[in-house]
């Protein structure tokens, strides 16, 4: 197997210039990267990066664990976390939680034990204290929250604005009219759906309407959830005219709810929803949405990751980064629009 002197030689370079192409901390010349790549690719060498986290005490690997691998919005988000995880050569493994604190806690133990860098979280729904979240943090391991943030623990964050984005969304629905707006939200435990739920009743008492505690219902951001609580507000003798469902995989459980009942969207029921499908011109009506920009979640997330991993960030508060959400206006709350106003 070749070794990095022999790499060196190949390409006529020393061996910290290969080594700076390997590692991508010091800045090469175009020409010399090329001759190095070059030889690197005809002798088939491949970094050990397990003795070298031996001397560096690094292992260039980052843990990511989402809430649920079936939910259309984490894959764009873990896309543009692994983009800049590999454009930096590090590698980003991903796991699974399944909005299961059990199953987050094993997890992490696992990360601990392999020695990665870095963890990107989307934290698990729960009611106690997140103490396995504190023990990382306190290891000395840089952990970034991303879409959720956990109770009580001052942490790196990646988030949206959950809130004005939900307030929008209610407000667009109130033009036109509706003044029974249902909304199904994700668990209370989470600090997403009480973002959401709090931009619903804000917008709500803006217009001088009532909340009303019927019209609210508590979901699981599951499928299952969507279409029961669906239903349920849908059979109701005085049902909303309009609902809101606070994530994308909800969503769909609502639209077979609507069919099973045989209703029209939008006029029987108006729906809106938090979070965009990357499929959503698969279904009809095209669904009024707040999107979030997941890839680019994914992206700041292990950027500031990085900062605090290689000691670029120095503040000993945490860093939060809290994007923007984008109301798009489509065809479930107005009906027929051109093609061109559903992007």
């Keep these: 197997m070749a070794t990095i002197r022999e790499i060196a030689r190949r390409a006529n370079v020393s061996v910290a210039t290969v080594s700076n192409v390997i590692n991508g901390g010091v800045r090469v010349s175009p020409k010399l990267r090329q001759r190095v790549e070059a030889a690197i690719k005809e002798m088939d060498y491949h970094p050990n990066y397990v003795a070298r986290s031996l001397k560096t005490n690094r292992t260039r690997l980052i843990g990511m664990v989402i ?115 249902a909304i199904v939200t994700g668990p209370c435990a989470l600090q997403t759906s009480r973002e959401r739920l709090a931009g619903y009743k804000a917008a709500l008492a803006a217009a001088g309407l009532p909340i009303d505690p019927s019209l609210i219902r508590e979901g699981d951001f599951r499928v299952e959830g969507g279409y029961k609580l669906g239903r349920e507000l849908l059979e109701r003798p005085d049902r909303p005219t309009a609902l809101f469902v606070s994530n994308n995989t909800m969503a769909l459980g609502l639209l077979k709810a609507v069919e099973d009942l045989r209703l029209r969207c939008p006029e029987d029921i108006a729906i809106a929803i938090f979070d965009d499908l990357p499929f959503l011109f698969a279904f009809r009506p095209h669904l009024t949405a707040v999107s979030q920009p997941a890839y680019e979640i994914g992206q700041k997330a292990v950027e500031l990751l990085l900062r605090r991993i290689e000691g670029r960030e120095q503040s000993g508060e945490p860093v939060s980064i809290r994007l923007k959400t984008e109301l798009k206006i489509r065809e479930s709350t107005v009906g027929e629009i051109k093609a061109w106003q559903t992007s």
Excluded at 96 to 113: A, P
């Design 67 to 181: 809430s649920d691998i079936t939910n259309p919005f984490f894959p764009q988000l873990v896309r543009g976390a692994e983009e800049v995880a590999l454009t930096n050569n590090y590698l980003l493994i991903t796991f699974n939680s399944d909005d299961r604190v059990d199953r987050e806690k094993r997890i992490l133990t696992v990360l601990r034990n392999r020695r990665v860098d870095g963890i990107l979280l989307v934290v698990a729904p729960q009611s106690g204290e997140p103490t396995h979240i504190a023990n990382v943090v306190r290891a000395g391991i840089p952990v970034v929250c991303v879409d959720r943030l956990p109770a009580g623990i001052p942490v790196d964050s990646v988030t949206v604005d959950n809130t004005g984005g939900a307030r929008e969304c209610i407000e667009h629905l109130l033009s036109l009219g509706h003044k029974r707006v």
